[in-house]
Structure formats: structure tokens, C-alpha cells
């Protein structure tokens, strides 16, 4: 099970700031391991955003994202208490999903 | 024959060169000097400018998450927590103990760091051998250290407190100097210490700056921003390895991850960087 992310949203006006933290070795598949092998990308593929269901964010990402990716972006609309919900699936087919409330 | 061609060129140029007024080569001197400490000191605000464009969204705090979980989850083969673990300020007490530590523990008769002293709680708290509590104290890609995602999370819970380490005990008293005498020794093949690094103002590791830590404001700076998230690595970096790695650079032998050397070295830097507000885990190029 993949760890955990850090989603921190927060309200300014009227507009809402959303940064997210994930953890991913985000490997590229062009490094080479101490054998000489080389290492499998292994890299997270789509992104998703949602702010109460309704999805704010929707993103494919590929190897040159850099190790623990970190995304931020703002939308209108949001109000404090309103529920963030980000979703990432990798190249695996490994999913992590996070929850956050608007602060 | 190119040998030839060149010798002659060299000392066409030495002719021009005597030709030239004094003034002049003053003047070509001094614009040198500029422009080469122009060429540095923009090197050196890009780097500030990279930091500070990483400084949001730290992964260290990936680090600080996972260490968290650990100290309060049930395991080892006494399936307990490191909650009642005491780091100094009494069982179970985390917010602060860093700024406090390396320290003598009456318990082990030994002044310890923190990693050493997490590795103590480790074998009489949740009955892991000492090899075991060990194994993995630095992490490496998706071998993970425990080690470091616990040091993550103690020394967050201390930032923006000031660095607070007394030398009240004797045996505080004898590690500190031994830090000291450390700090200063020249050996193996390369004739290095930590001095031939750390004891000038100025100095740089190709773009890197480094900081005097024989001056107080040296230590300061630099033990207040460690551990750190290391972007080259994609780990995050305490400093038994911060040492280890220094030692590994100079070709000493392999500082052992807890020895009295690392403590020593530890307790002298952290004892120079007093009074300064702890701010790490940091992130750093």
C-alpha cells in the first residue's frame, strides 16, 4: 500500500489554493541498477482532483515528473469545510486515494 | 613541432604583455577580480532561489507522516509503542527534545543522540535486537529506513525552538571535547579533516557553499537545517548520515551509525549552534 499523501487547501477570497504532496519513487526507466540492469519505469499516470464530486483537476503524467511529485493549483468556489478528494493511479495500476476539508 | 609554435606564441605574448602599461594591467586585473566574484555571487543567489522555490512542498514531510505512524504504532517482537520512549525531557515527551539532544542518559550510562537513543528504545521498549533496530539506519530508494522517517518526525516537532544543549554532566563535558579534537584531526590517504573543509570563511564544494562550523554562527546556520530533504537523493537525511557521508568524502574509515565518534562529533556542533532556532527537517539541492 502506497504512503499516505499530504493535501493542504485552504480559501482566500475566492479562490482556493490546493497543494498536494504524494509519495512515488517516480522511476524514469532510464536509470541503470548496480547490475547493469535497467530499472522499470514505474511512474504515477493519472491524477485526479475532485472538490465535492465535481472534478477540479484531471491530469496525465509521465516520467519526467520529478521523485515525490508535488502539485499545486487554485480554483473558485470553494468554501471552508468543503471536501478535497485526490486520486493517483500509476503505471501498476497502483491507486491511492486522500481526503482533505478546506481550511 | 606544435610544441615549437606554441613556445613562440607564449612568448610573443610575454612581449605584449611587457608592452602593456602598468595601469593597464591593473585595470585588467581588477576587472577580473570582478567579474569572477559577479560570476559567483549570481551562483550562488540561483541557488538560494532554487531552495526557496523548494521550500514549498517540502517531501520531507512524506518523511515526518510515515515517522509519525511509526512512533505510535504497536511492534517490535513486544508489540508496544515508542510513546512512553524517553527522549530527555521524560517519557513519551517529543515536542522540544531535539533541541536538547546529544545528552547523557542515566538509563545507558552513555551520552547518546537522537537516532542512537531511538535505537535504545527500539531493543527495551519493543524487544528488537540491536542488529535489527540497526539494519537499515540510512534509507535507500525503496528500502526505507525507519531510523529516518522517526528522526523526521521528533526533530519536526522542535522547529522554531532554540537549540538548548547543556554540558552540565562530566561525560558531556569529555564527548564535546572529543568532538572537538575530531573536528580538528588530519588523516588517511588525503591528509583531510573536517578543519580542511569547515574551519575558513568562503569556501565552497563545486557550487556549494560551506559554512565555517568553527564559528558560531557557522554552526548555527548549519545544524539548525539538518535533517534535511536531500533532491539528489529523494531521501531525507539525518545527520548520523550528514557525518557518515563527510567521512566517506575526507576517505576516513566508515563512521559507524552510532558510535562514540558520530556522538562526539554530533554533540560539539550541536552545542556550538546554542541559542539558535531549530528549523529543519529542511530541504536541501
Known amino acids: 500500500m502506497p504512503d499516505p499523501m499530504k493535501i493542504r487547501a485552504t480559501t482566500v477570497g475566492d479562490e ?19 547490475q547493469g540492469k535497467t530499472i522499470p519505469a514505474w511512474f504515477i499516470q493519472n491524477v485526479s482532483v475532485t472538490w465535492n464530486s465535481k472534478t477540479v483537476l484531471s491530469a496525465q503524467w509521465g516520467t519526467a515528473v520529478a521523485k515525490n511529485p ?6 473558485k468556489g470553494g468554501a471552508k469545510g468543503d471536501k478535497i478528494t485526490v486520486t493517483w493511479v500509476d503505471n501498476r495500476a497502483e491507486k491511492r486515494t486522500d481526503e482533505s476539508m478546506i481550511a | 613541432m606544435i610544441l615549437r609554435a606554441e613556445r613562440r606564441e607564449l612568448g610573443s605574448c610575454r612581449a605584449a604583455s611587457l608592452i602593456l602599461t602598468q595601469s593597464a594591467c591593473v585595470l585588467a586585473l581588477s576587472f577580473c577580480v570582478t567579474a569572477c566574484a559577479l560570476a559567483q555571487t549570481s551562483a550562488v543567489d540561483e541557488i538560494a532561489k532554487y531552495r526557496a522555490a523548494l521550500q514549498d512542498g517540502n517531501p520531507a514531510e512524506l518523511w515526518e507522516a510515515r515517522g509519525e505512524d511509526l512512533w505510535k504504532q504497536k511492534r517490535g517482537p513486544k508489540q508496544v509503542s515508542l510513546e512512553g520512549c524517553d527522549l530527555g525531557l521524560g517519557p513519551g515527551i517529543v515536542k522540544g527534545a531535539y533541541t536538547r539532544l546529544p545528552m547523557y542518559f542515566a538509563d545507558a550510562d552513555r551520552v547518546m543522540d537522537l537516532e542512537t537513543r531511538l535505537v535504545w528504545c527500539m531493543v527495551t521498549l519493543q524487544g528488537y535486537n540491536e542488529s535489527e533496530a540497526k539494519k537499515q539506519p540510512f534509507g535507500n530508494g525503496e528500502r526505507k529506513s525507519d531510523i529516518e522517517a522517526l528522526v523526521a518526525f521528533v526533530t519536526s516537532t522542535s522547529r522554531g525552538m532554540p537549540m538548548n544543549v547543556a554540558l552540565k554532566h562530566p561525560k558531556e563535558v569529555e564527548m564535546y571535547q572529543a568532538g572537538e579534537k575530531i573536528f580538528s584531526y588530519r588523516g588517511g590517504p588525503h591528509d583531510f579533516g573536517c578543519v580542511t573543509c569547515h574551519a575558513d570563511e568562503g569556501k565552497r564544494i563545486r557550487l556549494q557553499d560551506l559554512p565555517n562550523l568553527t564559528t558560531r554562527e557557522g554552526a548555527q546556520k548549519a545544524y539548525t537545517t539538518w535533517p534535511a530533504y536531500r533532491v539528489s537523493q529523494g531521501e531525507l ?8 557521508d563527510c567521512f566517506r568524502q575526507q576517505r576516513f574509515p566508515e563512521l559507524l551509525f552510532g558510535s562514540d565518534a558520530s556522538i562526539a562529533l554530533t554533540l560539539y556542533l550541536a552545542r556550538n549552534a546554542n541559542g539558535a532556532i531549530f528549523d529543519a527537517p529542511a530541504i536541501k539541492r
Not at chain 1, 70 to 75: A, E, G, K, M, P
Request: aromatic letters at 18%; hydrophobic letters at 35%.
Open chain 2, 237 to 244: 537525511r539525518s545527520f548520523e548520515w550528514r557525518l557518515y
Open chain 1, 16 to 34: 482556493t489554493e490546493v497543494k498536494v504532496l504524494m509519495s512515488h519513487e517516480m522511476e524514469t526507466g532510464q536509470r541503470k541498477d548496480g
Open chain 1, 70 to 75: 508535488f502539485v499545486s493549483f487554485r480554483f
